[in-house]
């Protein structure tokens, strides 16, 4: 028997702060994804520190959440 899978809001409710994330959620028109780390999350919203801006996002727009590993380290330019 399976254990019952977590909505998307029900996810991001239960995930430490920190935690990496991919977020989908609707937007007009469509659909975006935020990747970064989950900076707070509450009944209403959830905020995701992606490397350009913290996005906070309506849990009712959100479609789909899963925790991925962390980013590959950068390579240095070639000299």
Do not use: N
């Amino acid at each position: 028997m399976s254990l019952p899978v977590p909505s998307p809001a029900g996810f991001l409710l239960a995930a430490a702060s920190g935690t990496r994330v991919v977020v989908r959620y609707r937007i007009e028109g469509g659909l975006a994804d935020a990747l970064g780390h989950l900076v707070a999350c509450d009944a209403g919203a959830c905020t995701i520190r992606t490397r350009q801006a913290d996005v906070v996002i309506p849990l009712e727009v959100v479609v789909a959440a899963k925790e991925v590993p962390p980013a590959p380290e950068r390579r240095r330019p070639r000299a």
